[in-house]
């Protein structure tokens, strides 16, 4: 029975995420790194003027907003600028992660995303609220990983 590759399994995982925007992974064979893209969508009811982070005003009915996930390979030479992305985790070259590390990941995922919608609902809803911001708990994504300690398999880097 072949064993399932990082890929595949972050894949098939994200997939069952309750998430009413759009989710997409994409590889970079070449850089060996991973992008989890994630793009939020609300209606702006009260037609409240957005500024975005580039002083860009906007009066649309639907105001999205999108962010990024980076898994890198720590054992690569990366040239990624980490401001540019939510939260840039290592992985452990062609060892990738163990089952547990990426199930902790996709438990601050959905937690993430939970609370990216509502809090960009409030947002969108409250004049009171300059500004909207996406939080990665780095603090819960450790405690998750040791609550999935038990789950040791290698889920490795894909071949290609």
Known sequence: MKKTDLLAYLDEKMQKLDFDGNLSLN?????H?????MEFFVENHSIREII???NVKS???VINFYDEILLYDQTANLKAESENYLVCLPFDGKKGWTQGKA???LAVLQKTLDDGESDLLDFV???NQEVFELKWDSNEFQQKQSDFSSETDRLKYPKF
């Open 27 to 31: 590889w970079d064979k070449k850089q």
């Open 33 to 37: 790194t991973f992008t989890i893209g």
């Open 52 to 54: 975005d982070a580039e």
């Open 59 to 61: 009066l649309e009915p």
């Open 103 to 105: 199930d902790a990941f």
């Open 125 to 127: 809803n409250d004049e």
